[in-house]
């Protein structure tokens, strides 16, 4: 599998971290790392929405042939709409997203999350990346204390990719 850029962003924090451990800054890389890993959360939701955009146009695309409908699905429809899609606050599935589909989409969904414990780890890991990201946002970025570790962070993205990766072979 090739790498994406989190995982290449994640790479370069390691190197930063190993190199200050190298010259003894612990201090310089306890701030390095406490900062790094809001900043990994940030990116990792950022990177999760485009994904989940793209993997929506690109089901509008093929199966919408009248270019005015897909322009105006995208700009009315997708765009600017993702954080209506999940409440992360209070979901713990992925039911509201499921539900845009249809029942009979929803309840296929729901099945293949009872019968795929990954899929369902997966779902909760993107939850929790993106009740972590609003948490962030609206809870004053600097002096947020993040409990979770990147590589724990790291660990959920890895996680969450299943439910991403699930997504897009059942759309696309």
Same mark, same amino acid.
């Given at each position: ?22 010259? +003894? +800054? ?6 390095a790392?406490?900062?790094f ?11 999760? +929405?485009?994904?989940? %955009? ?43 997203f ?12 729901e099945?293949?999350v ?13 939850? +929790? ?6 948490? %962030? ?8 204390? %993040? ?26």
């Amino acid at each position: 599998m090739v790498d994406s850029i989190i995982d290449e962003f994640y790479k370069r924090h390691l190197e930063l971290l190993h190199y200050l451990e190298e010259k +003894e +800054e612990p201090s310089l890389r306890s701030e390095a790392d406490n900062n790094f890993k809001k900043v990994l959360v940030i990116a990792i939701a950022s990177y999760f +929405e485009q994904q989940i %955009l793209d993997i929506l146009n690109k089901f509008v695309e093929t199966k919408i042939k009248d270019g005015r409908l897909v322009f105006f699905s995208k700009f009315k429809g997708i765009n600017r709409q993702y954080y209506t899609y999940f409440d992360f606050d209070t979901d713990k599935n992925a039911n509201r997203f499921f539900k845009i589909f249809g029942d009979e989409f929803k309840k296929q969904a729901e099945d293949d999350v009872k019968s795929t414990p990954e899929l369902e780890q997966g779902i909760k890991s993107f939850l +929790e990346i993106g009740l972590t990201r609003d948490r %962030l946002i609206h809870q004053n970025f600097a002096t947020f204390f %993040l409990e979770k570790t990147s590589v724990e962070i790291y660990e959920l993205y890895k996680s969450a990719l299943f439910f991403v990766d699930y997504l897009k072979n059942k759309l696309c």
